[in-house]
């Protein structure tokens, strides 16, 4: 195909007063679809650096323009196109970066839907192109959620496992308040009917803050609130089987207490690991601590993300950071806290002056870090 698509013969069955409407709704659509794409793209490329996903927007933009021809944009009568006022108030207010791509690409689809059916009427392949082009939006679609989940979670250096309480909601959101990004539905006790209904709400919670929402133990549930992931223990489902049921873009995460579950884990494929209890905790009975040690290994062999997990607080944090946790996750002391946003800010200050110092000595000379007492 060249630059422009060759119409060998357009409008095969189509009565003449018809085609200039025709023409007219392949012209905006044509149009609308590129425009869309546009902005999916301009994401891509500045907000998850991706060259993968901004050069199949690019493509698309390109194959959609050929069809654009000289014919169908002579059509055009912008001061006379009823629909230019109509707008939906929810493109006045975009909540964040998520609602801006799903609008986008549900704006995308929907015009390759209209070129589709009205393109039949046009010209005999338009059709076929078009529902091909169709089935791409969703594939990139699908992509473009699973890879910006996993850079969200690279991001995350604080994990609220949450626990039983009166204030659930109130307390994640002050922690979302200040500033967390990954969070993590634990419930062990309760029925389904009132699992599920807190699962949704704190997904919309999680949502609205554009933070990651992960389901402990219960992949069913993690798929019927449409999560961002499950979390599974030694004793649950086998990472592969989670997998099949949750597709390729969904977070799974495993916990590990020792070397060889780690390596395991690694092996079957989760996206990240708890590494823990690090110390012996109420939160979790009967567990004995793996310890400092553990933590240590894991800052020297983990290939995945990991979460150092069991008893930290901000009077042990230092320690935990110490032995090499970049990234930490926590029940009590934040769902206990008096003022969960603050501690949470803590956690993530901490962290955070952490990998500064951490990038710095990687690129300072030894000598430099040790005279300028740069250890941590
Ligand atoms: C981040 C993280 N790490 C470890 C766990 C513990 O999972 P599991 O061993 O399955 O125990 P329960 O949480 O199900 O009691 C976790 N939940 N999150
Ligand atoms: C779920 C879990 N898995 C390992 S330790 C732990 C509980 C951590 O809770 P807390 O932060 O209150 O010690
Ligand atoms: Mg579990």
């Known amino acids: 195909m060249g630059d422009r698509y060759e119409l060998k013969k357009p409008f095969p069955n189509l009565p003449a007063q018809a085609q200039p409407a025709v023409c007219r709704i392949l012209d905006a659509n044509l149009d609308r679809a590129r425009e869309g794409l546009r902005i999916v793209e301009e994401w ?10 901004a050069g199949e927007c690019k493509q698309l933009r390109q194959e959609i323009a050929k069809w654009h021809t000289q014919d169908l944009r002579a059509f055009r009568d912008t001061l ?39 393109g039949k009427l046009y010209h005999p392949e338009m059709g076929t192109a078009f529902k091909q082009m ?49 969070v993590q539905y634990r419930d062990k006790d309760a029925d ?22 992960i389901v402990n133990d219960r ?10 992931g499950v979390h599974l223990g030694q004793q649950d ?12 873009h969904r977070i799974i995460g495993r916990s590990t207490t020792n070397p060889d579950e780690m390596r395991r884990a690694i092996a079957e494929g989760a996206d990240y690991i708890g590494v823990g209890p690090v110390y012996e905790t109420p939160t979790k009975i009967g567990k004995a601590a793996a310890g400092l040690e553990y933590v240590r290994y894991a800052a020297q062999n983990a290939s995945v993300p990991w979460f150092a ?22 029940v009590r002391a934040i769902m206990e806290a008096e003022q969960p946003t603050l501690v949470t800010q803590y956690f993530l200050s901490q962290l955070s002056r952490l990998q500064t110092l951490r990038a710095l000595k990687a690129h300072l000379p030894q000598s430099h870090v040790q005279s300028n007492n740069l250890t941590s």
């Open 219 to 228: 992949v069913d549930l993690a798929l019927a609130v449409d999560a961002d």
């Open 80 to 118: 006379g196109d009823v629909g230019t006022d109509l707008s939906h108030p929810q493109e006045e207010e975009r909540a964040g970066i998520q609602q801006l791509l799903q609008a986008n690409l549900c704006r995308i689809e929907e015009a390759l839907r209209v070129l589709e059916e009205y």
């Open 309 to 330: 997990i069991g008893g930290i607080d901000p009077t042990n944090l230092n320690d935990v950071l110490s032995a090499g946790a970049e990234r930490i996750a926590a």
């Open 44 to 53: 891509c490329r500045f907000g998850l650096d991706s060259s993968e996903l």
């Open 192 to 213: 389904d009917d009132v699992r599920v209904e807190t699962a949704q709400k704190l997904r919309q919670l999680c949502r609205r803050y554009e933070a990651l929402f």
């Open 134 to 182: 169709r089935y791409r939006i969703y594939t990139l679609e699908s992509n473009l959620l699973g890879y910006q989940r996993q850079q969200k979670l690279l991001r995350s250096h604080l994990y609220l496992v949450t626990s039983e309480s009166e204030n659930l909601f109130a307390v994640v959101e002050a922690a979302l308040q200040g500033g967390l990004t990954l």
């Open 237 to 248: 489902l086998p990472i592969a089987m989670a997998r099949q049921l949750l597709g390729p």
